[in-house]
């Protein structure tokens, strides 16, 4: 009961003081830099993609890391290689104050956590981390053995694979 009263005064907070955070100058928050992306058009209509990329991209990021299978279509490397916009030292990456990502992420308020693990730049720009492959090299185990662990079989525990190579981190 009190949660749901505190829920209601802080939305009503929020609605009768929204028309000072604009009051002054007009301006108010800067609207997000949208770059026109590198392809002909998106894998699927803006609008749509706006509100769901995080699903669309955790939906791929479950289809790669717990069935072993890798596609284009929705993959994080791929939006990178289109959206990818380049600084004043003609380097192209998704973050930046005015970059594809991070401009409608600050704008939102949003953290845009991708980048921990994931390179914001394009493969040709050299930044792009190691991928865990399906079809061969070292990490074709550690793929097959997220498929058996995914379909409820024990993985190998005889596995030649150091904790660098299931990390990724290959020469």
């Known amino acids: ?12 907070a929020l609605i009768a003081l929204s028309p000072l955070a604009t009051a002054g100058d007009g301006a108010g928050v ?13 894998v699927e209509p803006t609008e ?8 669309v991209l955790n939906q ?3 289809k790669t890391v717990h069935e072993g299978i890798r ?9 990178i290689e289109c959206h990818a916009t380049p600084n004043d030292k003609g380097e192209r990456s998704v973050l930046g104050k005015d970059n594809f990502c991070q401009s409608c992420h600050s704008y939102a308020a949003v953290k845009v ?6 390179s914001s730049k394009p493969a040709g720009d050299g930044a792009m ?5 399906s079809q061969s090299g070292p990490g074709a185990e550690t793929a097959a053995s997220m498929r058996h662990h ?22």
């Open 1 to 12: 009961m009190l949660a749901s009263w505190l829920k209601s005064a802080a939305l009503g």
């Open 30 to 42: 800067p609207a997000p830099v949208i770059q026109k992306a590198q392809g002909e058009q998106c």
């Open 48 to 55: 749509y993609m706006r509100k769901n990329h995080m699903k």
């Open 60 to 62: 791929h990021r479950d």
């Open 71 to 79: 596609t284009k279509q929705h993959s994080l490397k791929n939006c």
């Open 113 to 118: 956590d991708c980048f921990q693990c994931h």
């Open 129 to 133: 981390h190691p991928i865990v492959s």
């Open 150 to 171: 995914s379909q409820g079989k024990s993985p190998s525990l005889n596995s030649t694979l150091s904790v660098k190579d299931i990390a990724g981190v290959l020469k």
